[in-house]
């Protein structure tokens, strides 16, 4: 079955048996979204909280706590590292951000000691969007990690979508690079840096998808725009994944998109040995559920 909305996802991880570990769950929010797919079959979760914590905070929304494993720690600090290790030593599928901050959140899977970002891999950001007026699943790098990529970190932001997009079952899926134009200006970097790439894609330096760039934001997912516009691309109007120049742009866009088009999206952390599920504390519990779904769909 092609997978072309979130809910399809279900479909790839319903009884399957994976589990979410969760540092510091003590918000409705977290509760709710989890409570949700476990009440579906679509995982099961172990919360690391505090007691009290917690179970004024069940008992506040009428949360069912039995659903949960649940392990009582003293503190934040305590709280990730027992979540990130319940990670790194298998007894969890993925990591997901509770109430937790996202500073400490990131320092504990960047801990070179029990942490699950292996040396040298880079640390990214993929957000999975289902847009109403879009026909299909979007994925989008970076809006929430790296300030401004590089050139090597474009590119490896997408070989993670495509081996993302690929454990998704989207077979050669094709990469909008966006900048503010569709040609190559010696006075915006960003241009320079879509072309040398959608150059390196054309060498065969990039494999497994097909790229193109730099193309702006109306050419990535508007066929119309592109034929106004005399754009050949194969990629025009059709993107399944776009790079963003940086993360003021990523931020922006995907906010839009959310707010006034009334999309539901699912974000999660790329390069650690495992998906890890950062969202804010302020994201519905659509947002957080879907990220879960996203995450747990291209876990081991």
Request: proline share 3%; charged share 25%; with cysteine.
């Amino acid at each position: 079955m092609a997978i072309k909305h979130l809910e399809d996802l279900y479909t790839l991880i319903k009884g399957k048996g994976k589990k979410v570990s969760v540092a510091l769950g003590e918000d409705a929010h977290t509760l709710e979204a989890l409570a949700k797919g476990i009440s579906e079959d679509l995982f099961s979760a172990v919360i690391f909280a505090r007691k009290s914590v917690l179970q004024a905070e069940a008992k506040r929304h009428d949360i069912d706590l039995s659903m949960f494993d649940t392990i009582w720690v003293s503190d934040e600090l305590e709280a990730i590292e027992k979540s990130v290790k319940a990670v790194r030593e298998g007894r969890a599928n993925v990591l997901m951000k509770g109430s937790c901050s996202s500073a400490n959140y990131l320092r504990g899977i960047l801990n070179k000691e029990w942490g699950l970002l292996p040396e040298g891999k880079l640390l990214s950001h993929a957000l999975l969007m289902d847009i109403p007026l879009y026909h299909k699943l979007l994925m989008a790098s970076d809006g929430g990690v790296i300030l401004k990529p590089s050139l090597e970190n474009k590119v490896q932001q997408i070989n993670y979508c495509v081996d993302l997009a690929n454990k998704l079952g989207i077979e050669n899926p094709k990469v909008a690079i966006i900048t503010a134009v569709e040609t190559v200006s010696p006075k915006m970097q960003a241009t320079i840096d879509a072309a040398a790439i959608a150059q390196m894609y054309r060498r065969g330096q990039i494999k497994n998808c097909i790229v193109d760039g730099p193309l702006a934001m109306d050419l990535a997912v508007s066929k119309e725009a592109a034929k106004i516009k005399h754009v050949d691309s194969l990629v025009a109007g059709d993107a399944d994944i776009i790079i963003f120049p940086d993360i003021e742009t990523g931020n922006a866009v995907a906010k839009a998109f959310t707010h006034l088009c009334d999309t539901v999206s699912g974000g999660i952390l790329v390069g650690p040995d495992a998906p890890c599920v950062l969202t804010s504390r302020g994201d519905s519990i659509d947002t957080k559920f879907f990220s879960i779904v996203f995450a747990i769909a291209v876990s081991k």
